[in-house]
């Protein structure tokens, strides 16, 4: 089992930054591919980016590329989303998710734990 805790979000004004936090127990996180999803009201939920478990692959939505960065800290079994130059179509939940093979992917089913989600909120 692993427990997932996002954190960082808030409300921001169109043209800033927002870092998030997703924080990992309950297994060995250096193994685990990460991924960050957002789902914003009325719509489903769409992958953001995601970052195998060496840290040697990264992949970005069209939508977020040159904006966001995503990246981890095995030591401290968290992974992190920069989030610069956001807009108010970025306004959504904020979701981390494991991957437990380690495999860096776009799709949603492929991932086998999934955090509570944190609020990101552009205002414009």
């Known amino acids: 089992q692993v427990q997932l805790v996002e954190s960082g979000g808030g409300l921001v004004q169109a043209g800033g930054s927002l870092r998030l936090s997703c924080a990992a127990s309950?297994?060995?996180?250096?193994?685990?591919?990460m991924g960050w999803f957002r789902q914003a009201p009325g719509k489903e939920r769409e992958f953001v980016t995601a970052?195998?478990?060496?840290?040697?692959?990264?992949l970005y939505a069209d939508s977020v590329k040159g904006r966001f960065t995503i990246s981890r800290d095995n030591a401290q079994n968290t992974v992190y989303l920069q989030m610069n130059s956001l807009k108010p179509e970025d306004t959504a939940v904020y979701y981390c998710?494991?991957?437990?093979?380690?495999?860096?992917?776009?799709?949603?089913?492929?991932?086998?734990?999934w955090g509570q989600g944190t609020q990101v909120t552009v205002s414009s």
């Open positions: 309950g297994r060995t996180f250096r193994n685990f591919a």
């Open positions: 970052i195998s478990w060496s840290a040697g692959n990264t």
């Open positions: 998710a494991v991957n437990v093979l380690g495999l860096a992917t776009p799709t949603t089913r492929l991932y086998d734990y």
